[in-house]
């Protein structure tokens, strides 16, 4: 009967959609040969005009049966890994991230815990090396733990010498477990979300191999290359994956898919028999199109969309700011409320869940399509170690995906947003240190990066951006330093080097370093040639120190009749090159403090009347803790109206606690 509705909606929705087709130019179709709009411009789903900037070093072929019956998959797996770098080596190490779900005793389960339907593990039929059985040894490259497998490694009889490749091949089975975080099937329904869960080489670098256990919380790390995935179905599942479907072949019972990518580290897919799906196109300023393929569960139908013009968005800013995204495809996969993997990015497909209610005015679920699609960029094509350095996946992700919701839905942003929930009379409730809010709502926003502060206040101290990621103690100091304080610090960089420039050191960032894997260095290494002034004391201030912000206008004196002194102090540990304005009934002054020494009295001279200072007046220094003392007014028994707007300010901060935990 479900199913009956779904159709029928899906038909008057198709008839509704033809008419508007016409106006829009867009493309809708429910099988994908109706919308590769330009296959000819693309090789195994890259442009063919990025295709040779490809670094291929681990190659998958893999073919994989899905067995609904007994929830299980059965594996064929080739690997050819290329040995790329200068090094020779005499082993392989692969990353098993499925034998996370082994027990409750592995690392990962540290932090979740595993029912029996949520535990499984790779079941190794057979493991070749160039046609050889050999055998896997496992080991714990960086936490002790003998009941951790999730990484192994093969010691070789000959040393792959540089240019040199080596022919792996693991056949195994796997039960596919209850969803836990990332991985599983959602109970109540057939939906199977099949990640990480296929043997991964490591990343072999300057010499050594990085392979790291499978973290809680933490995210991956891997070398590009090709994927030619076959996943063979029962006839009524759909499949969608990483990747452009090249064929679909159907028997009697089952359907194969084909998937294949070019310049990807990872594959991911999911099997279903009850999803919806539509196709979008994006168009390119060259005229080139790429494919949005949405699958939404049949309850949020309506959603589609608000989906597909997010992902546009995206889209759109990316090609504007920063650079194109190079795939054919990317797929958004709306998951079930009972599966664990709402809110995560796999290469050209990326997962999200929207509430059954969400007005559009409050930004769900658009920022968080924003910041999973953003992860296409800021992971997929620019693929840092998740594991070590987080915020350059992390961090950047929730800074562009800001910068984009502000630029194409700024009403989100408004606090007029709270006058709906304030009666317009007798606001005593609503009040701030005895300051009636109602007068400033229509005049302030909430400033970039505001969902981020209030996570940052919980955690000024512990751990800096610059640690190793995985190595932070408590999850909320990872939280904080991958992605709240990284998302402050880029808007304070933003807003200390101007806007311009810093999309122009994100382009020069994604030029530079897209295919590859970046660390934090080469991203200040570029911020660094692009400023004339020597930028080394703000990454030591906001990045290799948990330092904290705090600056406080303490006075303001006049001493003739004409000039005023104004006591600055710096409070926290933290330094910034801060401007100060001095506002007078005619107009206001300015000057800079460099903000060193831990007060400064600076002289201005004005015949004018003096009504307040301020330092940081333009709120460049996001991570400042305390905003109500950077300003100060002459008459201290009342507030003046600057000072309200900014105690107002901090209110709001604390008040956005809106966004919860993502990936
Ligand atoms: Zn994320």
């Known amino acids: 009967m479900k199913k009956l509705i779904s159709l029928i909606s899906l038909i008057i929705l198709l008839v509704i959609l033809s008419g508007l087709l016409y106006y829009s130019g867009s493309e809708y179709g429910v099988s994908q040969e109706n919308s590769i709009g330009s296959s000819e411009n693309y090789r195994d789903g890259l442009l063919k005009s990025e295709y040779n900037k490809v670094d291929r070093i681990a190659n998958y072929n893999i073919e994989v049966e899905f067995d609904s019956a007994s929830k299980s998959i059965a594996v064929n797996e080739g690997i050819i890994w290329i040995n790329k770098t200068n090094f020779p080596t005499s082993e392989i190490q692969f990353h098993l991230y499925a034998n996370a779900y082994k027990s409750n005793n592995t690392l990962f389960a540290k932090a979740y815990s595993l029912s029996p339907d949520a535990q499984t593990q790779i079941d190794i039929k057979s493991f070749r090396v160039n046609g050889e059985l050999s055998q896997l040894i496992y080991f714990q490259p960086e936490i002790a733990n003998l009941h951790d497998s999730t990484v192994a490694k093969v010691l070789l009889d000959k040393t792959i010498e540089p240019g040199d490749s080596v022919r792996i091949n693991f056949e195994y089975t796997m039960k596919i477990p209850r969803s836990v975080k990332r991985m599983g099937y959602a109970t109540g329904r057939n939906f199977f979300f099949v990640s990480q869960w296929f043997p991964k080489v490591g990343v072999f670098e300057n010499g050594r191999w990085v392979c790291s256990q499978y973290h809680p919380y933490l995210n991956f790390y891997s070398d590009f290359g090709d994927y030619s995935v076959k996943i063979k179905v029962p006839k009524d599942y759909t499949v969608a994956a990483t990747g452009v479907e090249e064929a679909k072949t159907s028997d009697a019972q089952n359907t194969t898919y084909h998937f294949v990518q070019s310049g990807v580290h990872d594959f ?12 979008n196109i994006y168009t390119r300023k060259d005229g080139s199109t790429i494919t949005i393929q949405a699958y939404v569960q049949p309850e949020r139908e309506r959603y589609f969309d608000r989906y597909f013009s997010a992902v546009k968005n995206c889209l759109e800013y990316f090609e504007n700011n920063i650079g194109i ?239 005023y002194e104004i006591l600055v ?69 009342v507030w003046a109206s600057l000072s309200l707007s900014i105690r107002f300010f901090f209110w709001v901060q604390n008040a956005l606690m809106i966004l919860g935990s993502i990936g």
Request: net charge negative.
């Open 325 to 563: 995204y190079p795939y054919q495809n990317v797929s958004l996969v709306d998951v079930p409320r009972t599966s664990a993997s709402g809110g995560m990015e796999y290469p050209t497909l990326f997962t999200v869940g929207a509430e059954l209610f969400a007005p559009k005015d409050a930004g769900q679920p658009e920022y968080l399509v924003t910041h999973e699609f953003s992860h296409q960029f800021f992971y997929g094509l620019i693929a840092n170690n998740e594991v070590y350095e987080a915020w350059l996946d992390e961090g950047f992700t929730s800074y562009i995906s800001t910068k984009i919701m502000y630029h194409y839905q700024p009403e989100i942003l408004e606090t007029f947003k709270f006058a709906t929930y304030i009666p317009v009379f007798g606001l005593n409730f609503l009040s701030y240190n005895e300051i009636p809010l109602i007068y400033t709502l229509v005049d302030v926003k909430v400033p970039e990066g505001a969902r981020s502060i209030t996570s940052y206040y919980q955690n000024l101290t512990i751990g800096s951006i610059a640690d190793t990621s995985y190595k932070l103690p408590t999850r909320l100091s990872y939280v904080v330093n991958s992605y709240n304080k990284p998302e402050l610090v880029l808007h304070t960089l933003e807003r200390y080097l101007g806007h311009d420039k810093m999309m122009n050191i994100l382009k020069e960032y994604y030029n530079e370093y897209k295919y590859r894997h970046p660390h934090g260095n080469d991203f200040i290494n570029i911020v660094k040639r692009n400023c004339n002034e020597d930028m080394s004391w703000f990454f030591d201030e906001f990045y290799r120190a948990p330092k904290t912000f705090d600056y406080q206008v303490t006075s303001i004196k006049k001493t003739s009749s004409n000039e």
């Open 268 to 279: 991911v897919w999911l099997v279903t028999d009850e999803i919806l799906h539509r196709n």
């Open 569 to 637: 102090e710096r409070l926290g540990d933290g330094i910034f090159k801060n401007d100060v304005a001095l506002y007078t009934d005619k107009d206001t002054l300015f000057q800079k403090w460099d903000g060193i020494e831990r007060w400064k009295i600076l002289k201005f001279k004005t015949a004018n009347e003096v009504i307040a200072a301020e330092i940081d007046p333009y709120r460049k220094n996001l991570l400042d803790i305390n905003f109500a003392n950077n300003s100060l007014t002459v008459s201290h028994r």
